[in-house]
């Protein structure tokens, strides 16, 4: 290996080893949960969600990151300028990302079966090699086309998830698998060797005169508030979230043009709610991890806190404009669409994740305060809620049902003969649910706007964050126990 080939193989791998190395951390985390946790039904429907969505994301990722890090950083003239063709380039860059995803494919094969993503409701072992050769082939052409690394992640991702809902009552995986690669590789051969770099000249191009808004208009115009144009710059940050919905719907049609072809198909259910769930938890997360850090990557944050605004009015605009739209287009979009049409008997939807969706959101949003880029914030979310739906079900159920063994008796004499009635306990539960959810929702919120106001994101400030948020859960979850000895007391179960 020549000391330039070396070179460009180090570069790459910078910049797409940790994203891999915390993509495969948390697949690893899922295969031991796997192995060591009992389950019910629902929690394992909840953890594929989880790992698919994981794994869906860092295939898109990495392969947008091969080619987007050039575009965020503005390196694609250095790139160019090298005494090196650029076929060698981009073989570097094919080279080192196939590598790394084939890594992502052995840690999912590596988990016993029967396997949280590849036994889950939305692929099979066929359907598993998708995302990969998508993410191998179309995303670095979708991230040159857009020019941006967050839109080849969203639709590299988005683009699997609408050919095997389609697929469901047909049995052509590995031909859709086959045509993907084949248009994916031509087409990222092509587009890269004509590549312009335009990264560096945007602002001086020229732009004819007629096309040009007048410095002074004929007719003084009222002087618009503050709140329609900040309304109307946070939207645009929001443009990829309501991109991901409209190829949710879209994909939606699919499964719904493939249910014509057999009526009969059982797995149509399924896939709808696995599809709905990976929806709402990326709306949630992307709504809430490009506001600020895309502020920062476009070299507006500074002067945002120049306005004569409020910082805190302008980011508890932002955190409202991010809940809305999780929640909005999380559930309310599903439920609109079963509404026009009703959806399979198989399926599901409540209205009871709502507090996840804002707890998602509000802890993107955190992330995003911390961060310089959205894609960035994005898949630094991503592992950190999946570590906490990780830790919750290794460490947080085992540990209130060893403490509600143990403190049983002691809050059954505490109740005495007094007892609760099943509706009544259950309001309890979600009162206080829902009041610790808020909680933290507040406090992440809150932290965040601190990060936000000021440019000091070093490490101790953030170690200091996080032993706040770990006490917080730490006495949520003695208050949940003890609120859940208390009603299991009163409603007179048996305590093992």
Known sequence: MTGALRLQTWKELR??????????????????????????????????????????????????LSVGHEFTYRTVQALFAQPVRRSQLLSVKLAVLAVLLLGLAGTVSLIPEPNFITAGSLMDRAGLWLPLMCGLFLAPWLTIVTRSALAGAVFSIALPMIILSFMVATDIKGSAILAVSALGSVLTWRIFLRLEALDEGRGHIGVPAWLKRPMVEDRPRPAPGWLGPLVHKE???????????????????????ARRFDPDYLDVGPRVYAVTGLHSGIIALMAGALPAADERQYATADWQALLPIATWKQWLLKAALAIGLAVGLGLGLPALLGWIHPWPDDVEFSWEQIHILVLLAATALYVSSVSTTGLRALLAAIPI???????SATVLYPLMSALRRIGGPWAYSLVGPATLDASSARLVAIIAISVLLGGLTLLLLGMGLRNHRSADRSSGRLLRQAGWIAAYVAAGIAVLTLLSLITSAGLRLQVP
């Open 235 to 257: 939207l645009r940050l929001q443009q990829m979230t309501f991109v991901v919905s409209a190829l949710y719907a879209a994909a939606w049609a699919a499964m719904l043009v």
């Open 385 to 391: 809620v999946a570590g906490a739906s990780v830790a």
């Open 15 to 64: 910049a797409l080893l940790p994203w891999w190395a915390a993509t495969v951390a948390t697949l690893a985390g899922f295969g031991m949960v796997q192995v060591m946790g009992d389950f019910s039904r629902n929690e394992i429907s909840r953890l594929q969600l989880a790992a698919t969505c994981v794994y869906f994301a860092g295939a898109g990722a990495l392969g947008a």
